[in-house]
């Protein structure tokens, strides 16, 4: 399956974006995922939509951002909202059949290309 990132973008802080994650064929028995990765750091994991149906976040996100999918559409969201000057990253999504130990991105065989979010201050 391949993945095409977007949405990203210049916002404020206390401001919002939602990204896509479009898949080029069904996904409805992939667990995807976001991940970012901020200047200088390492990839990390941001939040996750199961096959099962489930959602999980990282602690740094939960309760502001949301993650959630469009079977008809082949399409993964992440509406993130009061955003932080700290969640400037490139955000990439990405996809695992398994479904297995979500936030490590290891785990995850197809990957989007990333697409940008920068926060001002």
């Known amino acids: 399956v391949q993945l095409q990132a977007s949405g990203g973008g210049l916002v404020q802080a206390g401001g919002y974006l939602r990204l896509s994650c479009a898949a080029s064929?069904?996904?409805?028995?992939?667990?995807v995922a976001w991940f970012r990765q901020a200047p200088g750091k390492e990839r990390e994991f941001a939040a996750a939509?199961?096959?099962?149906?489930?959602?999980f976040y990282a602690d740094s996100v939960k309760g502001r951002f949301t993650i959630s999918r469009s079977s008809t559409k082949n399409t993964v969201y992440l509406q993130m909202n009061s955003l932080k000057p700290e969640d400037t990253a490139v955000y990439y999504c990405?996809?695992?059949?398994?479904?297995?130990?979500?936030?490590?991105?290891?785990?995850?065989?197809?990957w989007g290309q990333g697409t940008l979010v920068t926060v001002s201050s």
């Open positions: 939509s199961t096959w099962g149906g489930g959602t």
């Open positions: 990405a996809a695992q059949m398994i479904g297995s130990s979500i936030s490590v991105s290891g785990n995850y065989g197809y």
């Open positions: 064929r069904r996904i409805s028995s992939y667990t």
